[in-house]
T-cell receptor, first 116, second 112 residues
Framework: KAGVTQTPRYLIKTRGQQVTLSCSPI?????VSWYQQTPGQGLQFLFE???????NKGNFPGRFSGRQFSNSRSEMNVSTLELGDSALYLC???????????????FGPGTRLTVL | SQQGEEDPQALSIQEGENATMNCSYK?????LQWYRQNSGRGLVHLIL?????REKHSGRLRVTLDTSKKSSSLLITASRAADTASYFC????????????FGTGTRLTIIP
């Protein structure tokens, strides 16, 4: 069974631009979560989607948005990029949404975004 | 914000020794999970322990959970060079706060 895939793996953008990252979950998984990892803030939760609905959202500005498609694939978008948005963006999928199911999350390799 | 604090931040041991990492958290949880990350790559799930469990084993890994102290420990026995990585604990909250919240991580280096 193929793992979680993320595209692109590396991305370089300039301030003010926008970016869209893609995540394909493991086949059969309907829950997708996104995380941002930076040296200063560590791993921080961005949002979680299940069945095309956002279930949870972290403390990030509205410039960060996401969506999930009917095939469970998910995208996240960051508009008006800032230098501080440079980070490794990780996507994770699981069978069930968080909240008592105790399902393992499987992470993709991440997209490393550099904002110049 | 970080839910968990991990201790120590960095740990270097000789190959073959045991490594112990600790994690403390702040709010009530459904479960606590441990992950490994190699050099800025994706995270690999190691083990999940539910809030009603106290100890769990998986191969060379042993995890304990003390919900009264809001703490967990990860023990890696008979360490190998390939265990060199960063280790993170993550808690899944409850009561409307079910997102997975990660600790600060422990950087483990195994010296051959």
């Amino acid at each position: 069974k193929a793992g979680v895939t993320q595209t692109p793996r590396y991305l370089i953008k300039t301030r003010g631009q926008q970016v869209t990252l893609s995540c394909s979950p493991i086949s059969g998984h309907r829950s997708v979560s996104w995380y941002q990892q930076t040296p200063g803030q560590g791993l921080q939760f961005l949002f979680e989607y299940f069945s095309e609905t956002q279930r949870n959202k972290g403390n990030f500005p509205g410039r960060f948005s996401g969506r999930q498609f009917s095939n469970s694939r998910s995208e996240m978008n960051v508009s008006t990029l800032e230098l501080g948005d440079s980070a490794l963006y990780l996507c994770a999928s699981s069978l069930s949404p968080s909240g008592g199911a105790n399902d393992e999350q499987f992470f993709g390799p991440g997209t490393r975004l550099t904002v110049l | 914000s970080q839910q968990g604090e991990e201790d120590p931040q960095a740990l270097s041991i000789q190959e073959g020794e045991n490594a112990t990492m600790n994690c403390s958290y702040k709010t009530s949880i459904n479960n606590l999970q441990w992950y490994r990350q190699n050099s800025g790559r994706g995270l690999v799930h190691l083990i999940l322990i539910r809030s009603n469990e106290r100890e769990k084993h998986s191969g060379r890994l042993r995890v304990t959970l003390d919900t009264s102290k809001k703490s967990s420990s990860l023990l890696i026995t008979a360490s190998r060079a390939a265990d060199t990585a960063s280790y993170f604990c993550a808690t899944e909250g409850n009561f409307g706060n079910e997102k997975l919240t990660f600790g600060t991580g422990t950087r483990l280096t195994i010296i051959p």
